[in-house]
């Protein structure tokens, strides 16, 4: 059971919008910043977005990240099929004193 | 380019420890630190704890807390992870991520390509 909740799934047609929610508390994403992560099949985690919203270099900008209260979402725009794969957010917990994952979404593009 | 380049397989019995190392490049090494996660097969992502290569602080999660050491060698910018008292669920790849040197967050900007280390008898 993580502590961030994602769906486990989502899926989206070439060129469509998708959203993937991360739900936590006020003791993670409501006091703190989230981070989102892509994990290409077999490959190692990559940084998608970070403190919330912003892009790390060479990351599109069809990738964007938004948060609200104990909620937060990662929106992929003109979607790819080289955009599937498993997407994870992360925050730092109050609670727990060290960062959590939430379980992860796998994405994929029918 | 920053690069983190880690050890390679490793097989365990259980109770056996295991050291997996994380070889720093691209950066000044004692500028930040290395954060330390594993994937347990077809499952997420869990942190494991934190180590500044700047001042040698750590700080691990309660879950391997005591079985878990990392440490650094800032003359060859490599970062390790050993746990120890292995057991058949900390089968899982193990990755090394550069983090904050003075705090981790959860903004790991660069990863290593993991390590699947296997405890089976």
């Known amino acids: 059971q993580s502590v961030l909740t994602q769906p486990p799934s989502a899926s989206g047609t070439p060129g469509q919008r998708v959203t993937i929610s991360c739900s936590g508390s006020?003791?993670?994403?409501?006091?703190?910043?989230i981070y989102w992560y892509q994990q290409l099949p077999g490959t190692a985690p990559k940084l998608l977005i970070y403190r919330n919203n912003q892009w790390p270099s060479g990351v599109p900008d069809r990738f964007s990240g938004s948060k609200s209260g104990t909620s937060a979402s990662l929106a992929i725009s003109g979607l790819r099929s080289e955009d599937e794969a498993d997407y994870y957010c992360?925050?730092?917990?109050?609670?727990?004193?060290?960062?959590?994952f939430g379980g992860g979404t796998k994405l994929t593009v029918l | 380019q920053v690069q983190l380049l880690q050890s390679g397989p490793e097989v365990k019995k259980p109770g056996a420890s295991v050291k997996v190392s994380c070889k720093a490049s691209g950066y000044t090494f004692t500028n930040n630190g290395i954060t330390w996660v594993r994937q347990a097969p077809g499952q997420g992502l869990e942190w494991m704890g934190w180590i500044s290569a700047y001042s040698g602080n750590t700080k691990y999660a309660q879950k391997v807390q005591g079985r878990v050491t990392m440490t650094t060698d800032t003359s060859t910018s490599t970062a390790y992870m050993e746990l120890r008292s292995l057991r058949s669920d900390d089968t899982a790849v193990y990755y090394c991520?550069?983090?904050?040197?003075?705090?981790?967050?959860?903004?790991?900007?660069?990863w290593g390509q993991g390590t699947l280390v296997t405890v089976s008898s």
């Open positions: 006020s003791s993670n994403i409501g006091t703190n910043y």
């Open positions: 991520a550069r983090d904050s040197a003075t705090l981790t967050t959860g903004w790991f900007d660069t």
């Open positions: 992360a925050a730092w917990d109050d609670s727990l004193s060290g960062p959590v």
